[in-house]
T-cell receptor
Framework: DQQVKQNSPSLSVQEGRISILNCDYT??????FLWYKKYPAEGPTFLIS?????DKNEDGRFTVFLNKSAKHLSLHIVPSQPGDSAVYFC????????????FGTGTRLKVLA | DAGVIQSPRHEVTEMGQEVTLRCKPI?????LFWYRQTMMRGLELLIY????????DSGMPEDRFSAKMPNASFSTLKIQPSEPRDSAVYFC????????????FGQGTRLTVV
């Protein structure tokens, strides 16, 4: 059963516009959330994270929003650049003991020049 | 630091053969994770270790899969016998055992079972 869900397998955005990637989770014990970016033939690399005590975290062009009541988080990329084209994975961590990272299925972002 | 190192990068084997994937975590990281990437399930957690001890192996698909961590700097994932449906990219990741930190991934091993 998928505890972390990314319902959009792909997304295309024009260069310079905003990219919004969405993620839903089912486990209310998740307390820490992360986004990873993955290029072909490479391992996932950490992008940005957010603790459950916050509702927003910003790092340059990347902002993650968390809505705990809706069990939903999103990643905003503004402005989008062709180099942002990659697969983005949402992940959640259960901090009550196991500390394992649960990942979603990924969203392939394509930024069109 | 060299990061998480996985070997081999690519493995092609025949159905029924034993396959061993290897991982060297980042020095000082005491949590190690094995993931499998597939289209249907994304990054699927197979097993993870803390201080060399397996904590959760509920993601291991079946008895053909086994993992070991004999010391803090080495782990293996073994498939015996391998089947074509095992074909996937397998990732190893490591992290410190503490709150609010990320896991660091290796470059993966692409396994093809023919």
């Amino acid at each position: 059963d998928q505890q972390v869900k990314q319902n959009s397998p792909s997304l295309s955005v024009q260069e310079g516009r905003i990219s919004i990637l969405n993620c839903d989770y089912t486990n209310s014990m998740f307390d820490y959330f992360l986004w990873y970016k993955k290029y072909p033939a490479e391992g996932p690399t950490f992008l940005i994270s957010i603790s459950s005590i916050k509702d927003k975290n910003e790092d340059g062009r990347f902002t993650v929003f968390l809505n705990k009541s809706a069990k939903h988080l999103s990643l905003h990329i503004v402005p989008s650049q062709p180099g942002d084209s990659a697969v983005y994975f949402c992940a959640a961590r259960d901090l009550t003991g196991t500390y394992k990272y649960i990942f979603g299925t990924g969203t392939r972002l394509k930024v069109l020049a | 630091d060299a990061g998480v190192i996985q070997s081999p990068r690519h493995e092609v084997t025949e159905m029924g053969q034993e396959v061993t994937l290897r991982c060297k975590p980042i020095s000082g990281h005491n949590s190690l994770f094995w993931y499998r990437q597939t289209m249907m399930r994304g990054l699927e957690l197979l097993i993870y270790f803390n201080n060399n001890v397996p904590i959760d192996d509920s993601g291991m698909p079946e008895d053909r899969f086994s993992a070991k961590m004999p010391n803090a700097s080495f782990s293996t994932l073994k498939i015996q016998p391998s089947e074509p449906r095992d074909s996937a990219v397998y990732f190893c990741a490591s992290s410190p055992w503490k709150e609010n930190t990320e896991a660091f991934f290796g470059q993966g091993t692409r396994l093809t079972v023919v």
